[in-house]
């Protein structure tokens, strides 16, 4: 099928366009559209390629999807709910308002990325990259995160209400309204990453990394920072706690606690 639509690609041009030779170089730009064309329409499946393709809109549930290319694809408002999609390449693709609640993302590579209000509630994320992703207002509620690189991304607003990030990556993040309730975040890097009014109530914060973190009025009350690294007097003055709040050896709680967030 494709070696037809490549040789129907070829026939269909003259020898010469615009009084010019056609050369060997554009004939094979050519084929190897008309072969990426006709990829597109391949049927879903372990290690199809997509990679490049126009997939808006997409209801691929309960699929088996692994190892899939879909490298710089477009598949925003689609559908992923419960799919294997372990090692998958989503690096450079859209899937801003897509689905996959559940879907086992393990090792996937989102490396930038765009998914702007994505839903991946209770997905499998272990090992996955999303380094340098754009997931703004994304939803990464009980999502199993454990090792997932989430360097340099962009998740201002989103959720991780439940999640396990244990040993994760969130280094030079943008993290500001974060919701991290119920959180496991043991061992997790923040190193100066923006933490501004991120809510961090109640977290066991052992081994976590904040050097040079941007803590404006992040939310820690009742969190356990007595563990913690990289914290210095000057992030604690201009972060909110309460006397439950617990901190490292050699830092004080400001006067100024109790604060309130403030609004918009």
């Known amino acids: 099928m494709k070696e037809r639509l490549r040789v129907r690609v070829l026939k269909s041009w003259p020898?010469?366009?615009?009084?010019?030779?056609?050369?060997?170089?554009?004939?094979?730009?050519?084929?190897?559209?008309?072969?990426?064309e006709a990829r597109c329409q391949d049927a879903p499946g372990p290690g199809a390629d997509w990679s490049g393709c126009s997939k808006a809109r997409l209801v691929l549930t309960?699929?088996?999807?692994?190892g899939t290319n879909f490298r710089r694809s477009l598949l925003t408002l689609s559908d992923f709910a419960s799919s294997k999609m372990a090692g998958a390449n989503l690096s450079e693709t859209e899937v801003s308002r897509t689905r996959f609640e559940g879907a086992d993302l393990s090792r996937a590579n989102f490396t930038k990325a765009l998914?702007?209000?994505?839903?991946f509630a209770q997905a499998n994320l272990t090992g996955a990259d999303f380094g340098s992703a754009d997931m703004?207002?994304?939803?990464?509620?009980?999502?199993?995160?454990?090792?997932?690189?989430?360097g340099k991304s962009e998740l201002n607003r989103s959720d991780f209400s439940g999640a396990d990030?244990?040993?994760a990556d969130l280094s030079k993040a943008e993290l500001a309204r974060v919701l991290f309730q119920s959180t496991k975040v043991v061992g997790v890097d923040f190193s100066y990453s923006n933490l501004s009014r991120a809510h961090m109530e109640g977290l066991d914060l052992r081994?976590?990394?904040?050097?040079?973190?941007?803590?404006?009025?992040?939310?820690?009350?009742?969190?356990?920072?007595?563990?913690?690294?990289?914290?210095?007097?000057?992030?604690?003055?201009?972060?909110?706690?309460?006397e439950q709040t617990r901190l490292p050896a050699g830092l004080t709680a400001p006067k100024a606690w109790p604060c309130k967030e403030e609004e918009d």
């Open 15 to 36: 020898s010469t366009m615009l009084g010019r030779p056609v050369t060997g170089a554009f004939l094979v730009f050519l084929a190897a559209a008309g072969v990426a």
């Open 62 to 66: 309960n699929e088996d999807l692994t």
């Open 115 to 119: 998914g702007w209000r994505a839903n």
């Open 136 to 150: 703004n207002r994304a939803n990464f509620a009980q999502v199993k995160a454990a090792g997932a690189n989430f």
């Open 165 to 167: 990030l244990t040993g």
């Open 207 to 242: 081994g976590v990394n904040f050097t040079g973190s941007y803590l404006f009025l992040t939310q820690l009350d009742g969190a356990d920072l007595s563990a913690a690294t990289g914290l210095t007097q000057a992030q604690i003055e201009i972060a909110c706690g309460t």
